[in-house]
């Protein structure tokens, strides 16, 4: 095993990858397909900054290798039926951002120390988790880590699509890995589970997807989707948590990093229809959970409320 990959384990990720820096043109012609069908919603940011997301070495200039880390977040515990729902991805005190950030600093200072000062480029940023025009999934591919299902998340094996990807751009070239084939065959569960019928096979419509319509939409839940929430309130997992390989291979994570926040199990209705800001900002002053917003949780409460009445 190589040293990155080495490295990369001891400091705590569960999965390492490296691929070519290349221009991803495949991606580039689905991606203007994708814009032009107005698939992104509101998150305008996606149509910003294109031939940098199609393409590490003019986003990094000098970058000859991508390297994409995986860090599972499966949690141990489960919340109860019927109450409002948190994607898993959220369930920890500490924002995940934060962790994998210090993890992948570092990581790239370990790297520094082997390989060199020129090994990274210092004038632009070149480590990401969610924070740039990076197509995490598609390197994750290219890197062997797995393959991209038809409810456009990756699957990796041994620990199926519950998982961070985070990635560290290098301008040195390294032994590359072999992409993994397509595993998902004729299976079809994740787009029948979709309440609100946003996966084609073949790509997500955000504009319908429960994870956009909860957090990333700026204005109410559209009425047409309101009753189809399925007790989210923020984000969504039904597409994953019907997965055969999450079944198979998802396991609980052992990052004690991911402590989860006691209140998302432990809270009734109630705690949740109470909610206030002061609570909120207290609650979940370091996760996740934080980025939604309290305006916009609040509203998803009340929609979970609304769904939730019993008729006489």
């Not at 390197?139 to 990807?165: E, M």
């Not at 589970?193 to 429960?210: E, F, V």
């Not at 994953?240 to 998302?264: F, G, R, S, T, Y």
């Amino acid at each position: 095993m190589s040293f990155i990959k080495q490295t990369a384990l001891s400091i705590g990720f569960d999965a390492c990858g490296i691929a070519k820096a290349q221009e991803l043109s495949a991606d580039a012609i689905f991606m203007q397909t994708w814009l032009s069908e107005g698939k992104q919603g509101e998150m305008s940011y996606l149509n910003r900054n294109f031939e940098k997301r199609i393409d590490p070495r003019i986003l990094v200039p000098g970058c000859k290798s991508v390297v994409v880390l995986l860090m599972n977040y499966y949690p141990k515990d489960a919340q109860v039926q019927g109450l409002p729902k948190i994607a898993k991805y959220a369930h920890s005190e500490i924002d995940y951002h934060t962790i994998i950030k210090a993890k992948l600093k570092e990581f790239e200072t370990l790297i520094v120390s082997e390989y060199g000062k020129d090994s990274i480029n210092p004038d632009f940023q070149h480590s990401f988790v969610d924070s740039a025009p990076v197509l995490e999934r598609r390197w994750a591919q290219l890197a062997g880590l797995g393959w991209i299902g038809k409810h456009t998340q990756l699957i990796a094996p041994n620990i199926g699509s519950y998982c961070f990807i985070a990635v560290l751009m290098l301008n040195i070239e390294l032994e590359y890995d072999k992409p993994l084939p397509d595993r998902c065959g004729t299976c079809n569960k994740c787009v029948v589970a979709c309440p609100t019928k946003a996966l084609d096979g073949k790509s997500l419509d955000a504009r319908r997807c429960i994870s956009y319509l909860t957090i990333e939409k700026k204005n109410t839940v559209d009425l047409e989707f309101q009753k189809l929430l399925s007790n989210c309130i923020l984000g969504c997992d039904i597409c994953a948590d019907v997965c055969p390989w999450n079944k198979k291979w998802a396991k609980h994570h052992n990052h004690k990093e991911l402590k989860p926040v006691d209140e998302i199990f432990n809270w009734k209705n109630d705690d949740w229809d109470n909610l206030t800001s002061e609570i909120f900002n207290q609650t979940f002053k370091s996760s996740a959970i934080k980025r939604a917003g309290f305006n916009k949780l609040s509203e998803n409460i009340q929609l979970f409320k609304k769904n939730n009445l019993k008729t006489e």
